[in-house]
C-alpha cells in the first residue's frame, strides 16, 4: 500500500525521501511502501530498503481522523477569520469569522480572484515573495475596515501550494486610538490657547481670536530654544509684541533684548550701529568709543525689526557674526566674542527678494529657522471689539474722559479693513477720544480717512430708504448692504461672511470689488 502524505510520529533514523528524519516528531510522508509485520508497518524506499515503521494502529487512526469536513468545522469556530487563496490567486476557503467580520457572504467570494475581490490585499504579495506579514493595522480599502493579520505561505515539497490570512477585526480599536489623539489633540491646543492667554495677561496684551492665540503659542514653543527666529507680518500687527513674547520665556530673559529698527538706521551708521567703533577710529568717533547692538546684547536677545531693508554689505558680515559667534569692531583688531540670540522681523517678501537678488539666500535660512506669522487686525475679527474698548479705556484715563462708541462706529469697525493693524486702530481711538466734545464717539470724531469711509456706509444706508429709481439700482444697493451686514455680522472674518452669504470666494471677492467694499 501506499501512504500519501499522512503525518505521522516517525520511529525511523535515516533521511527519507521528500522528508527529513527527528524522534518523535511530525512527518508527511510522500510517496513510500508500507509493508505488515504484525503490529507494525514497515516502510521501505523505492529499492525495497526499510527505512523506519509506524505503529499499526495508530496509523489507522490517523487515517480515520482526516476528514475535510470536520477540519473546516473546527476552523469555522475560530473567532478570527480565515482566507485561503491558491498559487494562482483564486479564493478556495473561507471560514464563518470572515463573513461576519467583513460582512461579505461566501458565496460572493468564494472561487474569485483575490485580486478582483480586494486589489492591491497583503495577501497577494505573500503569493509573490513567499515571505510572511505580520500588519495590526491593515486597512481593507473596499471595506473601509482594519485588521490585525498575520498570512502565512503554504508550501509542499519546496513548491508553493496556497497562502492563508488569519485576521481580527481591530476597525474599533483603531477608531478608538484616532478619537484618543483627536482627543489628545485637542487637550494639547486648550493648553495652547491657555497657556497663551497667560502670556497675554501678564503682558497687558488684548487677543482671543484663534489665529493670535496660535501665534503666541508658537512663540512660546519655539521660546525655550536657541533657534534664530523669523517673524513676518504686515506693518502694526505686533511683530515686536510676538518678539517680546519669546524673550521674556527664554533662558535669556534676565539678559537684555536690544530692539534695532534696520529701515531707521542710516546707511551710512548702519555698520556702527550694529558693531561699535574704537575711539579715534573715524573722524568723528567719541574719544572713548562706542558698544553696538551686538555687543550691548550679549547674553540676551537682537531683535532685528525690517531685516528687508538691511543693506547687502551689511548682511554678509551679520551673517560672519552668525557662524562664527564674534564681531568686527571698527578699529580694532581682534574680534570680540558675542553671545546673542538673534529674531528678525519683516513685512516684506524676503523670498521673491531672494529670488531678485536683493537679499543674501544663505542668510535667509540662516534667520528663518522657525517661522512665526502674525495674522493682520481683519484676520482678528473677534479681537477688533476689544482692542477698540481696551484702547478706549486707556486714553479715557489718560486725557480724563468718559467718551463711548455709538453702535454704529463699533459696527463699523468690524466692516473696515484696518490697512494700519492695530496701530491704526489704536492711533483712531486716541484721535477719537481727543477729538470727542460729547460722551458718545460717532462719525464727526473719527479720523478723516476713516471718516470718508464710514460716509459710504451711511450713504447706503439712505440709498435703502430712497423710494425711487430702477429695480436693477435698488438690488445693488440692497446687495451690498446684506454683504457688508455679513461681513460685520462675522465680526471682519471674510472666509464667515462668505459662509454666511453662501457665495464662493471668486464670487465674494468680485462683489467687494464690484461695490467698492474695502478688503484685502
Not at 175 to 200: D, P, S
Request: with cysteine; proline share 3%; hydrophobic share 40%.
Amino acid at each position: 500500500m501506499r501512504i500519501q502524505d499522512i503525518m505521522v510520529p516517525w520511529k525511523g533514523k535515516k533521511q527519507i525521501k521528500n522528508g527529513i528524519n527527528k524522534d518523535c516528531c511530525i512527518y508527511s510522508l510522500s510517496v513510500a511502501h508500507a509493508l505488515w509485520n504484525n503490529s507494525v508497518y514497515e516502510v521501505v524506499d523505492d529499492a525495497e530498503n526499510k527505512v523506519g515503521e509506524v505503529d499499526r494502529d495508530l496509523f489507522r487512526y490517523l487515517i480515520n481522523s482526516i476528514n475535510t469536513s470536520i477540519i473546516s468545522n473546527i476552523v469555522d469556530k475560530f473567532q478570527e477569520g480565515v482566507v485561503a487563496i491558491d498559487a494562482e490567486g483564486r479564493i478556495f476557503y473561507v471560514n464563518d469569522a470572515y463573513t461576519k467580520i467583513l460582512g461579505v457572504p461566501i458565496s460572493k467570494i468564494i472561487g474569485r480572484q483575490m485580486q478582483q475581490v480586494e486589489p492591491g490585499a497583503e495577501i497577494l504579495n505573500v503569493l509573490k515573495t513567499k515571505v510572511p506579514i505580520i500588519r495590526y493595522k491593515q486597512k481593507i480599502n473596499t471595506l473601509d475596515k482594519y485588521v490585525s493579520v498575520h498570512i502565512y505561505p503554504i508550501e509542499q515539497d519546496g513548491e508553493l501550494k496556497a497562502v492563508v490570512s488569519i485576521f481580527t477585526d481591530s476597525t474599533e480599536i483603531v477608531k478608538l486610538g484616532r478619537e484618543m489623539e483627536e482627543a489628545n489633540k485637542t487637550v494639547m491646543r486648550f493648553k495652547q490657547q491657555i497657556e497663551a492667554q497667560n502670556e497675554l495677561s501678564k503682558l497687558e496684551i488684548v487677543g482671543k481670536s484663534p489665529d493670535f492665540l496660535k501665534t503666541v503659542s508658537q512663540a512660546l514653543i519655539v521660546a525655550k530654544t536657541e533657534a534664530s527666529v523669523l517673524i513676518k507680518g504686515e506693518n502694526g500687527t505686533g511683530k515686536e509684541v510676538i518678539a517680546k513674547i519669546i524673550h521674556s520665556n527664554s533662558e535669556r530673559k534676565s539678559h537684555p533684548m536690544i530692539i534695532v529698527n534696520c529701515a531707521a538706521v542710516p546707511e551710512s551708521l548702519i555698520e556702527s550701529e550694529f558693531f561699535g567703533y574704537e575711539g579715534g577710529s573715524f573722524t568723528g568717533a567719541k574719544s572713548g568709543g562706542r558698544m553696538g547692538k551686538f555687543e550691548l546684547a550679549n547674553g540676551g536677545t537682537l531683535f532685528l525689526d525690517e531685516i528687508g531693508d538691511m543693506p547687502m554689505a551689511i548682511q554678509a558680515k551679520l551673517l560672519r557674526v552668525l557662524q562664527e559667534g564674534d564681531i568686527e569692531k571698527i578699529g580694532r583688531q581682534k574680534n570680540i566674542p558675542v553671545d546673542v540670540r538673534l529674531i528678525a522681523a519683516t513685512n516684506q517678501p524676503l523670498e521673491k527678494m531672494v529670488k531678485e537678488k536683493k537679499f543674501r539666500r544663505d542668510l535667509y535660512y540662516r534667520l528663518n529657522v522657525v517661522e512665526i506669522k502674525v495674522p493682520p487686525l481683519r484676520a482678528r475679527g473677534e479681537d477688533i471689539g476689544l482692542l477698540a474698548n481696551h484702547f478706549m479705556q486707556k486714553y479715557n484715563k489718560k486725557y480724563k474722559k468718559h467718551v463711548f462708541f455709538s453702535q454704529r462706529i463699533h459696527s463699523f469697525f468690524y466692516s473696515y479693513n484696518w490697512p494700519g493693524n492695530v496701530r491704526e486702530l489704536q492711533n483712531c481711538v486716541e484721535y477719537s477720544v481727543i477729538m470727542c466734545q460729547d460722551n458718545c464717539i460717532d462719525i464727526t470724531y473719527l479720523p478723516p480717512h476713516m471718516k470718508e469711509a464710514m460716509g459710504k456706509n451711511i450713504e447706503i444706508e439712505d440709498e435703502l430708504k430712497y423710494s425711487h429709481g430702477t429695480l436693477k439700482k435698488a438690488v445693488k444697493i440692497f446687495e451690498k448692504k446684506i454683504i457688508m451686514d455679513a461681513i460685520v455680522t462675522s465680526k471682519g472674518n471674510k472666509s464667515k461672511a462668505m459662509q454666511l452669504l453662501g457665495l464662493s470666494r471668486r464670487t465674494f471677492y468680485r462683489k467687494l470689488k464690484e461695490y467698492e467694499i474695502v478688503s484685502d
